[in-house]
């Protein structure tokens, strides 16, 4: 290495103008950091003619990857196109020719991760993605550095901004799903097409990654259950309110005695949990540790120059790894062979909302189907809808397991009394309440 070295740009959208600025605007922090000037010598695009919001001498502009994958003085690509296929073919070229690659692409990683490691670490090559998860968040070298000599039991976290700020505008304005989508596509946190972030996929995507990361076990994309926000209703938000509890789709990973469990669903955080606060687009993520205990990475989970932030610290460390004659020894056997957790061995609490006639021995009824199921109320609401002649009952459970839980949710479609399960969710870092474990309205 040089007075100089050279990078390769893959994409130059929102992530890639970042870099750039990056890169020129802090080149004395770079100089004074490695010894050595960083230098963008060739950018890949698909329109060349595309206005941009930065200046760009043109002759670094190419429509054709193989002059960037092929440059003996390009020393790191910086892939930032997006997409899967394709990106996942420049990468493998990029380490045939002894290249070492930065991502910031998570739909890649989730699916292709431990593929790419294993082909960089053939060719003694670095792979880093620490923008793949939680933009400008350092949480991915957080887990393999700063915590990586203790045993991570859980990671849970909210790791997408578009569906946080939709939540945050319904629990804190009372507005409509529909509604706070909108707002959030008008300001740029939510795509024209919604589906990967309201879904709950994009958050699942980054759950596999930090579940393969946190137990060094290799976590499948599909092996993440998922449930997204679509179907929210107000009414749950405001009993969560009243409950003591917030909204929020959260991504869980949790790993016991080598079973681990990875979810992406909507969860009513007590509201004294440290994710509680975590509102409108920035992202947050909370990781346990046997030795460490509580600890919480929070930050912009998006954006041009937090994503491009996340970008450079790996584009650093690769550099600083040049230096050291260290490229290309992550390690990348799984610690162990996981095993899923079954429904029997997960346990939590749980908010159920019902629909009722509104008649003496209803409660009863159900209250004795969750007795013989170990099942007990933490709190009860109870709120007759008398021009319907319906009760509506809100209950939340103490502990107990996904598997009993679900046989109580079979059960109550086939009483007569229940008209409707309106809803059910699960309830994460509850609190016993002062005032009782039961309530009517």
Excluded: W
Aim: aromatic share 6%.
């Amino acid at each position: 290495m040089g007075n100089k070295i050279s990078v390769g740009l893959l994409g130059f959208g929102v992530v890639g103008s970042g870099v750039m600025q990056i890169i020129e605007n802090n080149q004395a922090e770079l100089i004074h950091q490695l010894g050595t000037e960083v230098h963008v010598k060739s950018i890949l695009v698909r329109n060349p003619a595309k206005s941009r919001n930065v200046d760009l001498d043109r002759t670094r502009i190419t429509t054709d990857p193989e002059i960037i994958l092929n440059d003996p003085e390009i020393d790191v690509i910086i892939e930032v196109m997006g997409g899967i296929d394709e990106a996942r073919e420049h990468i493998l070229k990029a380490f045939s020719a002894k290249k070492h690659v930065v991502t910031a692409n998570k739909d890649l990683v989730a699916l292709h991760g431990p593929e790419l490691q294993e082909a960089a670490n053939q060719n003694k090559c670095d792979f880093f993605y620490e923008a793949s998860v939680a933009g400008g968040i350092p949480i991915l070298r957080g887990i393999t550095g700063g915590l990586s000599a203790d045993r991570i039991q859980q990671v849970m976290g909210i790791v997408n901004g578009t569906t946080n700020y939709i939540l945050t505008k319904m629990a804190n304005e009372g507005m409509p799903y529909e509604d706070a989508l909108q707002e959030a596509q008008e300001l740029g946190f939510a795509e024209a097409d919604p589906t990967s972030d309201v879904e709950g996929l994009d958050a699942a995507r980054k759950m596999a990654i930090l579940g393969r990361l946190a137990f060094s076990t290799d976590i499948e994309l599909e092996e993440v259950e998922v449930s997204g926000i679509k179907n929210l209703a107000l009414e749950d938000l405001q009993y969560g309110d009243q409950l003591g509890y917030t909204m929020k789709l959260i991504g869980f990973a949790k790993c016991h005695d080598k079973e681990v469990e990875v979810s992406v669903e909507p969860t009513l955080l007590s509201k004294e949990h440290p994710l509680a606060d975590v509102k409108n687009e920035y992202n947050a993520v909370y990781v346990y540790g046997e030795a460490v205990g509580e600890t919480m990475f929070y930050g912009p989970g998006a954006g041009s120059l937090p994503t491009a932030t996340a970008v450079m610290s790996d584009v650093v460390e690769v550099i600083r790894n040049v230096r050291l004659g260290v490229n290309g020894n992550i390690v990348t056997e799984p610690r162990f062979k996981k095993e899923l957790k079954t429904p029997d061995h997960r346990f939590g609490q749980y908010y159920l909302r019902l629909h009722v006639k509104d008649e003496a021995g209803v409660f009863s009824t159900i209250s004795s189907l969750f007795h013989e199921l170990d099942i007990s109320f933490k709190r009860i609401l109870q709120n007759p809808i008398k021009k319907h002649e319906v009760a509506e009952i809100v209950l939340v459970t103490h502990q107990t397991s996904l598997g009993n839980f679900n046989k109580a949710l079979n059960q109550l479609e086939s009483l007569h009394d229940v008209l409707d399960v309106k809803s059910y969710y699960k309830v994460e870092g509850d609190v016993e309440h002062v005032a009782g474990t039961t309530e009517t309205l």
